[in-house]
């Protein structure tokens, strides 16, 4: 069985379709990925600087 391999126009066109379409989709997810990243940093940070503002005191000034 020869080995003579030709691609059309339109494999050619699905093949590069498929690869963007892939790429794409990943690139959407990576997004999404350091998005949440960063919202879930801005969450803790928030978190650890209410715990210190509220152990230094902070809240005595509000509430007397």
Do not use: H
Not at 16 to 41: P, S, Y
Request: aromatic share 12%; with cysteine.
């Amino acid at each position: 069985m020869p080995d003579d391999r030709t691609l059309t126009e339109s494999d050619v066109k699905a093949i590069v379709d498929e690869l963007e379409r892939r790429a794409t989709q990943r690139f959407q997810i990576n997004i999404g990925r350091g998005v949440l990243g960063l919202a879930w940093k801005a969450c803790l940070y928030l978190a650890i600087w209410l715990a210190a503002y509220g152990a230094a005191g902070g809240f005595k000034k509000f509430f007397n």
